[in-house]
């Protein structure tokens, strides 16, 4: 027979073995896994370029990601969960769009509505509503949407306009700024570098004033040059989210705003099935 002493020691044991396991189980919902998908432009016919999606590849990679138990999530929806603790979906991902393309209201944003989703675009702010490229004059191979055209899809919660700079989308062999994206330039002072990423950010947040209703908190690197330094500056103007293109999953924390700079994305082309875009994001968030 177990005495006194043996069966306290076995609850014991057996209430610590209970504790090990919720606290493993909370853990892991306060510090979900965040996949973070990357796409351009879209068109309706047939797609040659990595950047660009079809309307049909776009609904069956939307169509399998909710089918397989995915949520899109929006930027607000992360910073609440990691300032307050909100709660999020079993299976969140965020849904990004770079550049601006009028495609991403016309064909991408009605398949997000019909299938209960949303994305985040970032626009580049010196091409936003423009028909022609101003550093150069020539007319921009695909439309830019202006403020005032995403306006039916943000107020749905379909489209949340962030930066994608203002003016650093170049590469230093545009031959416009000699600048690579975002990262200083080679005879560029501490004091010069930093005023300039400054302006560049006071220029996109007055240009966007007024036209769009959901605050200006992200960023996504151009081309996905960054720094450690240049995130830092970043984080002094108000900008709470950063991303980049490197490909990983992401891990969120509650009480840790730094779990939302620097975020991975998956770049996804037309070649990636519906089925395969979940077998990537199922694998990552194992």
């Not at 999606?53 to 929806?77: K, S, W």
């Amino acid at each position: 027979m177990m005495t006194k002493k043996l069966k306290f020691a076995a609850a014991a044991a057996a209430a610590a073995l209970v504790l090990v396991c919720l606290g493993a189980f909370f853990s892991g919902k306060s510090q979900p896994k965040l996949p973070v998908l990357m796409y351009h432009h879209f068109v309706t016919g047939e797609s040659t370029e990595d950047t660009v999606v079809t309307e049909a590849r776009f609904r069956e990679q939307m169509t399998a990601l909710r089918d397989a138990g995915y949520t899109a999530v929006t930027i607000p929806q992360l910073l609440d969960f990691v300032d307050n603790g909100a709660p999020l979906p079993d299976k969140p991902v965020l849904i990004t769009m770079d550049d601006g393309y009028t495609s991403n209201l016309d064909i991408a944003a009605p398949i997000l509505e019909e299938l209960g989703m949303s994305a985040t675009v970032f626009v580049i702010g010196i091409n936003e509503g423009e028909e022609v490229y101003v550093h150069s004059g020539q007319p921009f191979w695909q439309a830019r949407f202006s403020y005032e055209e995403a306006v039916p899809w943000v107020e749905k919660g379909i489209i949340n306009p962030q930066s994608h700079t203002m003016d650093m989308h170049q590469l230093e062999s545009y031959g416009y700024s000699g600048r690579d994206g975002m990262l200083p330039l080679p005879d560029e002072s501490d004091a010069e570098y930093r005023e300039a990423v400054r302006e560049d950010v006071r220029r996109f947040r007055e240009r966007r004033e007024g036209r769009a209703a959901t605050d200006f908190v992200a960023l996504a690197y151009p081309f996905g040059y960054y720094s450690e330094e240049l995130d830092n500056l970043l984080e002094e103007e108000g900008i709470l989210v950063t991303l980049t293109i490197d490909e990983h999953v992401n891990k969120l924390k509650k009480g840790d705003r730094s779990c939302l700079r620097m975020l991975g994305r998956y770049n996804v082309t037309d070649r990636i099935t519906g089925e395969e875009l979940v077998s990537r994001l199922n694998k990552a968030v194992k």
